[in-house]
């Protein structure tokens, strides 16, 4: 069974400040994925990186897969409260209809205004 | 809207009751996945059905049961519940695995 293991579990800060949560695991993905959560919806996928060594920006938000493919990171610069919310990462393998996705427990943020 | 419709919303049931829920994937989209969420799991996967036919099952107990009909649209049936199964359940679809669009989900409580 493939786990992916998410750190830290929680994380409150101050808007403004900056960090870095982390998807580890033992195992090897074809791609790694990312999705918020917010209360009362459903995750929404906010990138997937394929290639090992990847690093894809999408506004303050900086995502790196690691290079052996078993790790990934999601940096936020200067949080804002409507960064609040369930990060949760997923692993991809196999492709075509039988792709399937185990995700880690998530981070939950809380940005503080 | 992420075009993935979930019903219902929420479900209040007694143990021992059979519930179903439903879900219609995003237009064009083949594979419906059934996940569940609790605090202490968080998502775990049970089923996925490609154009109807099953193609991976997880952790999902012989009391739950699913199926994808010809119009794609998937149903969950969850049976002889008990009060672990107080969870949310959500419903995602996917083309060929470039992501996953998810539902609101149903949120099943049992008392």
């Known amino acids: 069974t493939q786990l992916l293991e998410q750190s830290p579990q929680f994380l409150s800060i101050q808007e403004g400040e900056n960090l870095t949560v982390y998807c580890n695991s033992s195992s090897v993905f074809s791609s790694l994925q990312w999705y918020r959560q917010e209360p009362g919806e459903g995750p929404v996928l906010l990138v997937t990186v394929v290639t090992g060594g990847e690093v894809k920006k999408l506004k303050r938000l900086t995502f790196q897969f690691g290079d052996a493919r078993k790790d990934s990171s999601l940096h936020i610069t200067a949080a804002q409260p409507g960064d609040t919310g369930l990060y949760l990462c997923a692993g991809g393998n196999s492709g075509g209809s039988n792709y399937k996705l185990t995700f880690g427990k998530g981070t939950l943020l809380t940005v503080n205004p | 809207d992420s075009g993935v419709t979930q019903t219902p919303k929420h479900l209040i049931t007694a143990t021992g009751q059979r519930v179903t829920l439903r879900c219609s994937p995003r237009?064009?989209?083949?594979?419906v996945y059934w996940y569940q969420q609790s605090l202490d799991q968080g998502l775990q996967f049970l089923i996925q059905?490609?154009?109807?036919?099953?193609?991976a099952k997880g952790n999902i107990l012989e009391r739950f049961s699913a199926q994808q009909f010809p119009d794609l649209h998937s149903e969950l049936n969850l049976s002889s519940l008990e009060l672990g199964d107080s969870a949310l359940y959500f419903c995602?679809?996917?083309?060929?695995?470039?992501?996953?669009?998810f539902g609101s989900g149903t949120r099943l409580t049992v008392v």
């Open positions: 995602a679809s996917s083309v060929t695995g470039n992501g996953y669009t």
């Open positions: 059905y490609y154009n109807g036919e099953e193609r």
């Open positions: 237009s064009g989209d083949l594979s």
